[in-house]
């Protein structure tokens, strides 16, 4: 069985899209979806090249140590040249400029996302 360029998920025969990352498989270069990245105040940086990720202390970028985040405190969808993100029924919430949020939101370059308590910058 082949495994993707991108996400190393396993694909089947015949298959033109990975079914995880959807990245064209007959590509010979792996093009991002688009170019957002998170990075905390410390200048850590994490980027996003599958359709979901989940943040969190068990989540797709985890963050073991910050014992006011969730499991899966909040997945981040993305979305060609757009990023959202939704809350996943955290006990704390995930805040976008301050404001804490109810519904899937749309991030812009420079907002400042926070999840418990971790502050991440959108760039």
């Given amino acids: ?25 007959n590509e010979t270069t792996i093009r991002p979806y688009s170019s957002f990245t998170f990075q905390l105040e ?10 979901v990720t989940t943040l969190g202390r068990k989540g797709d970028f985890q963050f073991p140590d910050d014992l006011f985040m969730s499991r899966i405190h909040a997945k981040v969808y993305l979305d060609n040249s757009s990023l959202f993100i939704v809350d996943h029924k955290s006990q704390n919430g995930v805040l976008v400029n301050g404001i804490r949020i109810t519904k ?4 812009q370059k420079k907002d400042i996302v926070q999840c418990g308590g971790t502050k991440f910058k959108v760039l």
Avoid: Q, R, V
Avoid at 1 to 25: A, F, Q
Avoid at 42 to 51: E, T
């Fill in 1 to 25: 069985m082949n495994k993707c360029k991108n996400c190393l998920h396993p694909i089947k025969n015949g298959c033109e899209n990975c079914p995880n990352c959807s990245i064209p498989l």
């Fill in 42 to 51: 410390n200048g850590a940086s994490y980027s996003f090249s599958k359709k």
């Fill in 104 to 107: 899937k939101t749309k991030l």
